[in-house]
């Protein structure tokens, strides 16, 4: 299977910036979209930024022009760029990334969550 393993949450004042990291590992052998998505406490999990494999980008409408997704495809890895947080950015940050791996006798796909991140914005 693909795994996916989060990294650079925290704690930051309102106005503040944070960089996501995320990176795949496994027997991948293509990965098509990445993603971020958040849930918030009480709250369903939304969606926030994706990348296709092509480098095109999109975001919701809250984040827009505030956070940049990016990603290595030769490390499959994946980024989200976090400037101008507010409170109501707080939330658990997820990674999910779809595509296709190796079984070990097959080639089979796959949709990964990481599991998750806290980023937490103060006011």
């Known amino acids: 299977q693909v795994q996916l393993v989060e990294s650079g949450g925290g704690l930051v004042q309102a106005g503040g910036s944070l960089r996501l990291s995320c990176a795949a590992s496994?027997?991948?052998?293509?990965?098509?979209?990445m993603g971020w998505y958040r849930q918030a406490p009480g709250q369903q999990r939304e969606w926030v930024a994706a990348?296709?494999?092509?480098?095109?980008?999109n975001y919701a409408d809250s984040v827009k022009g505030r956070f940049t997704i990016s990603r290595d495809s030769a490390k499959n890895t994946v980024s989200l760029q976090m400037n101008s947080l507010k409170p109501e950015d707080t939330a658990v940050y997820y990674c999910n990334a779809d595509g296709r791996y190796w079984s070990g006798k097959e080639f089979s796909t796959f949709n990964s969550w990481g599991q998750g991140t806290q980023v937490t914005v103060s006011s």
């Open positions: 496994g027997s991948i052998f293509s990965i098509n979209a």
């Open positions: 990348i296709t494999s092509g480098g095109r980008t």
